[in-house]
């Protein structure tokens, strides 16, 4: 009977360390694979053989510099999965048909999966822009969080983003308004993270942009402002009889001029404007934080707070 029940313990020892093995072990030894390949190609420059062989007029020998490091990303992009679990995302993140990966994965409860060396190329901006940067994939970080979009974001699962963060930014020293979302550099193609993310948490936090409620308040435009001439001296000297608009810039930061011009300020920002409504409508879930209310049209509380955006991307 001793015997019998030390068999039974030890099968049952055995099942559990089975059942608790990593599920992902496959995968991850194709990811071995593709990491020491590339390892291998990037060891090989520079290559007598391919200077040998090829038609452009190489120099007498080969020469490799002595100063050099790794690429580093630029941007981080954050994104919410759409889909149902952690471990639907996992799946679909180790299945090579699906063509679509992030360097991170955050869970609902907080557990954080790193999936990516950081100095590797994701594929989850796909096709994008943000300001003069077309290829988001090879400079950025991808944050993927799991979210079907129409949820809150869970405390712990915005606590883990926010260590993972300030650790991208120590590492890579990442400007804070580089930290943006798929929508923001896919107006129209992509609405994640959804208007229920924390991007004014985030932002106070040093990771993305916001806009200043203080000064919003004392935003008037010119038609309002401009009531009577506030520079006019009379009987001194007729240049100070008309405003003289280059000034106006400098002496009323506050006041929006006439002539201000959504599409310019949007791009100023950062956004792509060849298509101005899905831009507004990016800027709106973003800045705004709309959900039902997202029609690419911007009311006048709405463009004071492009305007100051605007103002603090210049």
Aim: aromatic share 12%.
């Amino acid at each position: 009977m001793y015997y019998y029940r030390k068999f039974l313990i030890l099968v049952g020892l055995g099942l559990m360390i089975s059942c608790s093995s990593n599920p992902y072990r496959t995968t991850n030894k194709v990811y071995a694979k593709k990491a020491k390949a590339y390892a291998k190609e990037l060891s090989k420059f520079p290559l007598e053989e391919t200077q040998n062989d090829s038609a452009l007029n190489y120099g007498e020998y080969p020469v490799g510099t002595t100063n050099f490091n790794l690429r580093r990303p630029n941007f981080v992009v954050i994104h919410h999965t759409a889909q149902d679990s952690t471990i639907q995302t996992l799946n679909t993140f180790t299945i090579p048909k699906t063509q679509v990966s992030s360097h991170y994965l955050i869970g609902d409860d907080g557990e954080v999966f790193h999936m990516l060396n950081n100095y590797y190329r994701a594929w989850h901006g796909g096709i994008g822009q943000w300001g003069h940067t077309t290829d988001l994939n090879s400079s950025s970080i991808g944050i993927e969080l799991d979210n079907n979009g129409k949820e809150p974001f869970s405390e712990a699962q915005i606590s883990s983003l926010l260590e993972v963060l300030k650790q991208l930014k120590e590492d890579y020293k990442i400007p804070a308004e580089n930290f943006i979302g798929h929508l923001d550099i896919a107006p129209g193609r992509k609405v994640d993270p959804s208007a229920d993310f924390p991007w004014e948490r985030l932002a106070e936090e040093g990771y993305g942009i916001w806009y200043d409620e203080e000064a919003i308040e004392n935003i008037q435009f010119e038609n309002e402002f401009f009531k009577e001439n506030p520079l006019k001296i009379d009987n001194i000297d007729p240049i100070f009889s008309e405003r003289i608009p280059i000034l106006d810039k400098f002496l009323f930061p506050n006041v929006i001029p006439a002539n201000f011009d959504i599409a310019e300020a949007l791009r100023i920002i950062g956004y792509n404007v060849d298509d101005l409504d899905a831009a507004i409508k990016s800027f709106q879930i973003h800045f705004l934080q709309e959900k039902e209310h997202v029609d690419g049209i911007l009311n006048a509380e709405e463009i004071k707070i492009l305007y100051n955006l605007y103002r603090k991307s210049l």
